[in-house]
């Protein structure tokens, strides 16, 4: 494609030509002669060619668009890139609106009256070209900013931009997506500008006509007080070994951990359904033999809504409270959550942190140790998992059968998939209490194996802290941004990059609870 925005077609097709060489020259080589340092480089490489190659998509996708090419063939104005795509390239309706979706907010070559546009998100279209991140990552970019209110103004927007495509170099997509709800709530931190009449507008839950087969097709969307009650039902009924309508020694309203908790472990060895599966069998199962009053315990906790807010969001009545597992919810609807007489309120004030000890020789955690847990971890402590509190077991730091005390300090989250990578392998992770001289002290670290990390650095889990992402991408932002000044005014009086507000002498904002000042150069402080 040229730069003027017109298709070059000898030009594609040529590099269509080489392209198909070159691939077809991979597949028929073997990467079985290559060490494992060597595949994992050669792996990494070829992933940043891959999010290459959706860039194209996308520009595919527009230029659909401006040839009317969804029109000529009789499609609707509304969904006509897409329905096009499905029908010609034989896509799912899923992947095709991501893309049309996707080429509407980056593409630059996006016809109008006046000439071509510009990305409606230039540094997220930059980033993806360069191969840095991923389709799935864009979709979260996008996601974010489509929910920014109109009113937020253009600066405070380009920020959040900016910090978005930060966080997604160093974050798993999943990961972003918290960052970007905290992004979302500073931008409205009371919710004035999303409002409970918004939400009540746009909550839905809409069922297909039945199928030929039985089988009947729901979708909606849920606010925030449905979502964390359906969570917590979820986090206990769900489980693998639960409900399961072909297992007739599946536990229907089980203990899992009491009494009945061997019988779950069993009936999950057996258990071979996805999760969507379990989801659905544990809905039945709820409806049919549960309700509210026989929710039972999870993981040692009564199965409630267990909310987690400072004392700063209490007194201002404002800001977010985060749920075990792993949501938020508007501060106005969890107060007014806390009146009711399921849901389980904790007030967590990290500068008043006591902790709380059980005597030595107890091996099991009691329920008020786990809720302090999930106020302070949030979720998995392990580097990159995103399992929420109610997915998550406790983990002695220090093995119990080392000599490990059931204290709250030697305790920390850990889901069952992260907890089963600690024990019994010789090259799995490592867990340990990080000191008062590191920049995360009474954190729990986290040390991979070699082949993940070869120098063996213990790290912290910052995907249920955006906070601590936010902060790591602007001190990162604010170094590049000092780099490109010093070099503007080496050569030239040219401005340096848009996007933060460079102050004269720039302010850090202040670290997330238990970190320490970074020695790299100070970020600006954001707007929200």
């Given at each position: 494609m040229t730069s003027g925005g017109e298709i070059n077609e000898n030009g594609v097709v040529a590099t269509l030509a080489n392209l198909d060489v070159l691939l077809d020259s991979l597949l028929d080589n073997s990467c079985t002669t290559l060490s494992d340092d060597e595949f994992i480089?050669?792996?990494?490489?070829?992933?940043?060619?891959a999010r290459k190659v959706?860039?194209?998509?996308?520009?595919?996708?527009?230029?659909?668009?401006?040839?009317?090419?969804?029109q000529r063939y009789g499609f609707s104005p509304t969904a006509g890139v897409r329905s096009f795509l499905v029908e010609t390239l034989n896509l799912s309706k899923g992947d095709a609106a991501a893309r049309a979706n996707a080429a509407e907010h980056l593409d630059d070559r996006r016809f109008s009256p006046n000439g071509y546009l510009p990305p409606a998100l230039p540094l997220t279209a930059a980033a993806q070209a360069a191969g840095e991140v991923s389709a799935d990552h864009v979709r979260v970019i996008i996601s974010v900013m489509d929910r920014i209110p109109s009113s937020v103004e253009q600066q405070s927007r380009t920020e959040a931009e900016e910090r978005l495509v930060e966080s997604a170099r160093?974050?798993?997509?999943?990961?972003?997506?918290?960052?970007?709800?905290?992004?979302l709530a500073f931008l409205d931190?009371?919710?004035?500008?999303?409002?409970?009449?918004?939400?009540a507008r746009m909550r839905s839950l809409v069922r297909s006509t039945q199928r030929v087969d039985g089988m009947i097709e729901f979708k909606g969307l849920f606010n925030p007080e449905a979502t964390a009650f359906l969570d917590t039902m979820l986090a206990k009924w769900a489980r693998p070994?639960?409900?399961?309508?072909?297992?007739?020694?599946?536990?229907?309203v089980a203990d899992p951990d009491g009494d009945d908790r061997s019988l779950v472990e069993a009936a999950a060895a057996r258990d071979t359904r996805s999760q969507a599966q379990r989801n659905h069998d544990a809905l039945l199962a709820y409806l049919k033999h549960g309700g509210p009053q026989k929710l039972g315990d999870h993981r040692g906790i009564p199965v409630s809504v267990v909310l987690t807010m400072t004392v700063e969001d209490v007194e201002k009545a404002s800001g977010c409270a985060t749920t075990a597992t792993g949501g938020t919810v508007p501060m106005k609807t969890a107060l007014e959550m806390a009146e009711g007489s399921i849901p389980t309120l904790m007030v967590f004030d990290h500068t008043q942190n006591k902790p709380l000890h059980l005597a030595p020789g107890v091996r099991l955690a009691n329920k008020w140790q786990r809720l302090a847990r999930i106020a302070t971890d949030r979720g998995c402590t392990r580097p990159g998992?995103?399992?929420p509190a109610t997915m998550c077991q406790m983990h002695h730091v220090l093995g119990f059968a080392q000599g490990g005390l059931t204290h709250i300090e030697n305790l920390t989250l850990a889901c069952d998939q992260c907890h089963s990578r600690i024990f019994g392998t010789t090259s799995g992770w490592e867990t340990e209490v990080l000191d008062a001289n590191s920049d995360h002290p009474g954190r729990v670290g986290w040390r991979a194996p070699a082949h993940v990390d070869p120098v063996g650095l213990l790290e912290v889990n910052h995907v249920h802290h955006p906070d601590e992402v936010l902060y790591q991408a602007d001190v990162r932002i604010e170094a590049r941004h000092l780099r490109e000044t010093r070099v503007n005014a080496r050569g030239?009086?040219?401005?340096?990059?848009?996007?933060?507000?460079?102050?004269?002498?720039?302010?850090?904002?202040?670290?997330?609870?238990?970190?320490?000042?970074?020695?790299?150069?100070?970020?600006?402080?954001?707007?929200?």
């Open positions: 480089d050669h792996m990494r490489e070829f992933e940043a060619f959706a860039v194209v998509q996308h520009r595919f996708a527009q230029a659909v668009a401006d040839r009317g090419l969804a160093v974050c798993t997509p999943d990961g972003l997506k918290k960052v970007g709800a905290r992004i931190p009371d919710g004035k500008l999303t409002s409970d009449r918004d939400r070994g639960m409900c399961n309508p072909d297992d007739p020694e599946s536990p229907m998992c995103a399992a030239s009086t040219a401005p340096a990059s848009p996007g933060i507000a460079q102050a004269s002498a720039p302010t850090a904002p202040e670290p997330p609870p238990g970190t320490t000042p970074s020695s790299e150069p100070a970020a600006s402080q954001p707007p929200w």
